[in-house]
């Protein structure tokens, strides 16, 4: 048996649901547990124990339900420190929604109709102290001590953990990224990226930097119009403003799926678009950053628009049940925004492309229960970016 007690900080704030996730966040075992199952399961399970396939490995890691008796797994996990102080904040509290701001990423805890959006909270800053303990054989402990480097460095804990929050930098013992990922039968299954050309000094620096990377690729922008709050009326939408939202990388992409939607609303879409968006009438692209997508459009249901409101949504779905009419399923984004801080105290913006669950080829997305192809030519140009370098 061996064991060992890892010291981590919380680098970003964590958003880690307790009993009352409204009320008290809270570092329980069991989500660290789920963590670094995630992982092991990404990277295709460890080298020092194949050809076991990656479900046996899990299983005597983990711990298995399958069949008629279940049973235990090797490796133990256990919160030793005492809770960090929990407080209750929403998207507000961080950043009170500007472009690139914190939140964007944020977006399911800004306060709408009678939610005022609120969780329980961890600070950046926060300590916690994880305990392994491994009961199988020796031989296998530094690749169970890999697993824990690589959660240590590039993983999370809580919502929204895929766009930064709840970020984790692991700061004894220390373990060298590259090597542990070494030690990983698929560790060609994730691709590491590092924006360049910035110093981030700040977790905050960090965040808005990825964050307006990522909307450069996955919004389109209003081209026309849009509802100033404030003065409660429609403002066009300038001719600098719309050559900016041209200008950036995802637009075309972003451009196709508007029409599409546009399609379902059966408005019929202008064809050709003078906008000349990517791919062809009944393909879409964003659906492989992450599902359900909700389309919204003001000019159709905002004020003084054509339809009632609530028909001018469109819904994309991963699944569609037939029977019911709704529906289903989500898809978790394969596209990891991560703050890393490394031991040096140097602040990184990370993008992780797990390529072990990118969109499926051949599988369709459903708006409002009309499928649709869904490309990777948005996922993979990402991938691409010349303002991305690997890392480590």
């Known amino acids: 048996m061996r064991s060992q007690t890892y010291s981590l900080e919380l680098i970003t704030p964590c958003f880690c649901g307790g009993a009352e996730p409204d009320k008290q966040a809270e570092i329980r075992a069991s989500s660290i547990r789920g963590q670094l199952r995630w992982w092991f399961r990404t990277l295709g399970g460890f080298r020092s124990l194949a050809p076991l396939p990656v479900r046996d490995q899990e299983a005597l890691l983990f711990g298995s339900t399958a069949g008629d008796e279940g049973s235990a797994g090797r490796l133990t996990v256990r919160v030793t420190s005492s809770q960090p102080k929990s407080q209750k904040a929403n998207a507000n509290s961080l950043d009170p929604g500007k472009a690139t701001s914190l939140g964007y990423a944020l977006f399911p805890l800004r306060p709408f109709g009678e939610s005022d959006g609120m969780r329980g909270k961890l600070s950046e800053g926060s300590k916690i102290k994880v305990n392994l303990i491994w009961r199988g054989s020796c031989e296998h402990w530094g690749s169970v001590s890999a697993l824990m480097a690589v959660w240590g460095n590039l993983g999370c804990l809580g919502f929204r953990g895929r766009r930064g929050f709840g970020a984790l930098q692991l700061e004894s013992p220390t373990l060298d990224l590259a090597e542990a990922l070494s030690l990983f039968s698929r560790s060609d299954s994730v691709a590491i990226r590092v924006l360049v050309d910035l110093e981030p000094l700040t977790w905050r620096g960090a965040s808005s930097e990825l964050l307006r990377w990522y909307r450069a690729w996955r919004q389109h922008g209003q081209m026309n119009r849009r509802w100033d709050k404030q003065s ?82 469109v819904t994309w779905d991963e699944s569609w049940n037939q029977a019911d009419m709704k529906g289903e399923g989500r898809f978790a984004s394969p596209v990891l925004l991560r703050p890393h801080r490394d031991a040096q105290g140097k602040w990184h913006a990370l993008v992780i492309f797990v390529d072990a669950h990118k969109w499926p080829d051949g599988k369709h997305v459903f708006l409002n229960g009309q499928p649709r192809d869904v490309r990777l030519e948005l996922y993979d140009k990402m991938k691409d970016d010349p303002r991305l370098n690997n890392f480590p």
């Open 232 to 313: 409660k009326r429609w403002i066009a939408v300038g001719a600098q403003q719309q050559a900016e939202n041209r200008s950036q990388p995802g637009f075309k992409y972003a451009r196709r799926d508007h029409n599409e939607g546009l399609d379902v609303q059966g408005t019929g879409a202008p064809n050709p678009d003078h906008e000349k968006p990517a791919g062809s009438s009944g393909e879409v692209f964003r659906p492989a950053l992450g599902l359900p997508i909700i389309q919204f459009f003001s000019s159709l249901g905002g004020q003084g628009g054509p339809i009632p409101r609530r028909q001018a949504t």
